[in-house]
C-alpha cells in the first residue's frame, strides 16, 4: 500500500491510496455491500456506473450465511461478486455485539449464537483475521469490541484495554496468513480500531498506543450509536490528531451527508453508512436541498426528475411521479432507482469534497452544502 495525501486544507486532508487492486482518492464513501451485494438489486457494474470506489462487505454475515471457506473456493470476494476494485472487509465485531442475542466475552474471544439460526459460534483475533483472509478483501478490519458508547467508565477502560490485546494478535495472524502459499490475497492489508466511548483522555491513550504498532489504517469504532452528533464531533475533535495523518483515518458506520461534511473537516478520509441503501429502499432519498419523501402524494403528478441536473441512472430517466408508483406498487424498481440516486448523491459529494480540499476552499464548500440541504 502506498497513501500520499495530495492536499491538505486545514485538517481536511486528500489523498490517494494504492492498493494491490486499483488506486482510489479519498476522502471517500464505501458503499456497504453487507453479504456481497448492496441491498436494492445494485449490480457491481452499477456500482462503477454510480462511482464506487470501494465496496465494504460483512464479515459477520457472510461467515454464518454464506460461509467464508466456500468464497474461498471462488477465488475470494473479488471472483465471487464480480469486482475488481477494492473491497474491505469489517472484523464482525460489531454484528457480534450488536445482533448476537447470546454472548460471552473472554480473553480468547467471544462465544455467540448465530441470529440466524441459533448455532454456537466462537469467533476471535485469529478466527476473524482466517475469515477475512478467506474472503480476500483488500482491507481487513481488526478484532474489537465495541462497548456502548455511554457505558462506565470501568467497562470500557477493560474493553479497550482487550481490544489492543486482540488487536496484536490480528496483526500476528494476518502476518502469518499472508506468508501461506494458498492465501487468497497475500497482500491484504490491516486497519486497527480505536475505541474510548466518549472518555476523551481513553480515546486519546489508545489511539497513541495502536500508532506505535504501525498498522496499514486507523479507524475509529464505536460511534454514532447513541451518542448526540456534538459529542461524536469532540470525540473526532480530540482522537484524530493522536491517530497518523500519513495513514488513512476511517470513521465507522457513519454517516449522513453532513455527519461526513464534518468529519472531513476534522481530518477523517474513509466512511462507510447504511443510510443511502436503507433510506433508498424506504423511498427516501438525498438532494441537495434536503432530503425528499417519495411516498408524499405531492408527487403523484410530479414529472421532474429527482433532482434537476443529476446524472445518476434515476434521474436521467425517470420522474418522481413514476418513482412514486414503483414505490407504492411495491415494485423492486422503485427502490432500486433510489438506491441508485442515493448513493450517486454520496459518491458525487465525496467527488465534490475531494476537489474542494485541492482547490483550498474545503470550509466555504461545506457551510455552503450544509446551509442548502437545511434550508431545503
Not at 472484523?91 to 462465544?111: D, H, P, Y
Not at 466511548?197 to 479507524?219: F, N, P, V
Not at 455527519?259 to 443510510?275: K, P, S, W
Amino acid at each position: 500500500m502506498k497513501y500520499e495525501i495530495k492536499a491538505l486544507d486545514k485538517k481536511a486532508k486528500s489523498a490517494t491510496m494504492e492498493t494491490v487492486h486499483g488506486t482510489v482518492e479519498t476522502p471517500l464513501f464505501m458503499n456497504v455491500g453487507t453479504v456481497a451485494a448492496i441491498k436494492g438489486a445494485v449490480s457491481t457494474d452499477d456500482l462503477k456506473e454510480i462511482g464506487c470506489q470501494v465496496e465494504l462487505s460483512n464479515t459477520y454475515h457472510l461467515h454464518v450465511r454464506t460461509g467464508d471457506k466456500l468464497i474461498k473456493e471462488f477465488g475470494g470476494l473479488h471472483e465471487f461478486m464480480h469486482w475488481d476494485r477494492p473491497i474491505l472487509t469489517d472484523s464482525g465485531g460489531f454484528q457480534v455485539f450488536s445482533l448476537a442475542k447470546l454472548r460471552k466475552i473472554k480473553e480468547e474471544g467471544v462465544n455467540f449464537n448465530s441470529h440466524i439460526d441459533g448455532r454456537k459460534i466462537f469467533m476471535g483475533p485469529e478466527e476473524s483475521m482466517q475469515i477475512q483472509s478467506n474472503l480476500g478483501s483488500t482491507i481487513a478490519m481488526a478484532f474489537d469490541e465495541c462497548p456502548p458508547a455511554l457505558a462506565e467508565r470501568k467497562y470500557i477502560e477493560a474493553s479497550v484495554a482487550r481490544t489492543t490485546r486482540w488487536l496484536q494478535r490480528c496483526k500476528t495472524e494476518m502476518d502469518r496468513l499472508n506468508s501461506l502459499e494458498d492465501t487468497v490475497n497475500k497482500e491484504q492489508l490491516l486497519f486497527a480500531i480505536n475505541q474510548g466511548g466518549i472518555i476523551d483522555d481513553i480515546r486519546i491513550s489508545h489511539a497513541k498506543e495502536i500508532s506505535e504498532m504501525d498498522l496499514d489504517g486507523y479507524a475509529i469504532g464505536g460511534l454514532a450509536v447513541g451518542e448526540s452528533h456534538d459529542e461524536m464531533y469532540h470525540i473526532l475533535d480530540v482522537t484524530v490528531e493522536h491517530l497518523p495523518q500519513n495513514k488513512p483515518t476511517y470513521l465507522m458506520g457513519v454517516g449522513t451527508p453532513i455527519n461526513i461534511l464534518e468529519a472531513v473537516e476534522r481530518g477523517v478520509d474513509f466512511f462507510d453508512c447504511v443510510y443511502p441503501s436503507r433510506n433508498g429502499r424506504h423511498g427516501h432519498v438525498y438532494t441537495n436541498h434536503g432530503k425528499l419523501n417519495l411516498f408524499n402524494k405531492k408527487f403523484e403528478l410530479d414529472k421532474r426528475p429527482i433532482e434537476e441536473g443529476c446524472n445518476c441512472p434515476a434521474c436521467r430517466s425517470y420522474s418522481r411521479g413514476y418513482i412514486r408508483h414503483l414505490l407504492k406498487a411495491n415494485e423492486m424498481l422503485g427502490m432500486r432507482l433510489c438506491v441508485l440516486h442515493n448513493l450517486y448523491f454520496y459518491n458525487t459529494m465525496m467527488s465534490e469534497i475531494r476537489t474542494a480540499i485541492r482547490e483550498g476552499r474545503y470550509t466555504e464548500y461545506k457551510n455552503n452544502k450544509i446551509r442548502t440541504m437545511l434550508e431545503g
